[in-house]
């Protein structure tokens, strides 16, 4: 793989895994777009790069956290360890974002191949764009100033279910957990922090069991250097990305984001139908 495209795939990743735009529909469109042939039908190169990219990202997610992190997990071992009641607001939150990623978790053990073989083709993406970018449009409009102390387990159960439909690539993880959180009365701060802070175990999660994969597999001879390049730079545009949509929330709505996702979808729309690229 060249180290242009390296660097090209790994800024994609990092900042569209927290922007709601997709980061699975980019990594797919991207390639597509331009005609790289990135991994050249080797799945097995395709997923050692998946690692990488989804690795950086991960820290950069829990770098940008660490201290709200660090509260979280002490808080939430000692309310099981100690048992201590009433339960701290901030070990109660840390179980409840547990809570959240589990469904699209279970959901993608069991669904891997079918989303691997049937999902992810440039049509549905545009698709999934469009679509899920107005329902976040819609979602966004409505009033709600809920914070993260009031999180409750029927949101996390709610907003859990929703995150399923992210494993559809064009639909976007963090899109989709800001829409359904918006829908739930919760301002743009708090469904931004809820949906960032929620991908981190199931990230991990899902790095963790890929990563050991690939240990017994082992790194396809001279791919190490592009993985390398993928992991600094979806790592940097990650943590660039969160503190991005952080800030612009705070004062403005995520109108920007669904005006992108729209005129990307179109686009893809129109190059496959005036033939430019095939479907």
Same mark, same amino acid.
């Given at each position: #793989?060249?180290?242009?495209?390296?660097?090209?795939?790994?800024?994609?990743? @990092?900042?569209?895994?927290?922007?709601?735009?997709?980061? $699975?529909?980019?990594?797919?469109?991207?390639?597509?777009?331009?005609?790289?042939?990135?991994?050249?039908?080797?799945?097995?190169?395709?997923?050692?790069?998946?690692?990488?990219?989804?690795?950086?990202?991960?820290?950069?997610?829990?770098?940008?956290?660490?201290?709200?992190?660090?509260?979280?997990?002490?808080?939430?071992?000692?309310?099981?360890?100690?048992?201590?009641?009433?339960?701290?607001?901030?070990?109660?939150?840390?179980?409840?974002?547990?809570?959240?990623?589990?469904?699209?978790?279970?959901?993608?053990?069991?669904?891997?191949?079918?989303?691997?073989?049937?999902?992810?083709?440039?049509?549905?993406?545009?698709?999934?764009?469009?679509?899920?970018?107005?329902?976040?449009?819609?979602?966004?409009?409505?009033? @709600?100033?809920?914070?993260?102390?009031?999180?409750?387990?029927?949101?996390?159960?709610?907003?859990?279910?929703?995150?399923?439909?992210?494993?559809?690539? @064009?639909?976007?993880?963090?899109?989709?957990?800001?829409?359904?959180? /918006?829908?739930?009365?919760?301002?743009?701060?708090?469904?931004?922090?809820?949906?960032?802070? #929620?991908?981190?175990?199931?990230?991990?999660?899902?790095?963790?069991?890929?990563?050991?994969?690939?240990? @017994?597999?082992?790194?396809?001879?001279?791919?190490?250097?592009? #993985?390398?390049?993928?992991?600094?730079?979806?790592?940097? $545009?990650?943590?660039?990305?969160?503190?991005?949509?952080?800030?612009?929330? /705070?004062? /403005?709505?995520? #109108?920007?984001?669904?005006?992108?996702?729209?005129?990307?979808?179109?686009?893809?729309?129109?190059?496959?139908?005036?033939?430019?690229?095939?479907?």
């Amino acid at each position: #793989m060249p180290i242009f495209h390296a660097i090209v795939l790994g800024l994609v990743q @990092g900042l569209s895994e927290f922007l709601p735009i997709s980061s $699975s529909g980019h990594l797919l469109l991207v390639p597509w777009l331009f005609g790289w042939n990135a991994f050249a039908g080797d799945p097995q190169i395709e997923k050692a790069f998946d690692v990488a990219l989804h690795l950086g990202t991960v820290v950069a997610v829990v770098g940008y956290f660490w201290k709200d992190l660090t509260v979280y997990v002490r808080e939430g071992v000692r309310l099981v360890v100690r048992r201590e009641q009433p339960a701290s607001a901030d070990g109660r939150l840390a179980w409840l974002l547990v809570l959240s990623s589990i469904p699209a978790a279970a959901a993608g053990a069991v669904g891997e191949k079918y989303i691997d073989e049937k999902l992810g083709t440039p049509v549905l993406i545009a698709i999934s764009l469009i679509v899920f970018g107005v329902l976040l449009a819609w979602a966004d409009r409505r009033a @709600g100033a809920r914070g993260l102390d009031d999180y409750t387990r029927l949101d996390a159960l709610k907003i859990g279910a929703a995150q399923v439909l992210a494993l559809n690539p @064009g639909t976007s993880r963090s899109g989709i957990t800001m829409t359904a959180a /918006r829908f739930l009365g919760f301002g743009r701060d708090a469904a931004a922090r809820a949906s960032f802070l #929620m991908a981190i175990p199931v990230t991990i999660g899902a790095v963790a069991f890929k990563l050991l994969k690939l240990i @017994g597999d082992g790194i396809p001879n001279g791919l190490g250097v592009p #993985m390398l390049v993928g992991i600094v730079t979806s790592g940097v $545009s990650g943590w660039l990305a969160v503190w991005g949509t952080l800030k612009l929330i /705070r004062t /403005r709505s995520f #109108m920007p984001f669904v005006i992108y996702r729209v005129a990307l979808g179109t686009l893809v729309l129109l190059l496959i139908a005036t033939g430019v690229r095939s479907a």
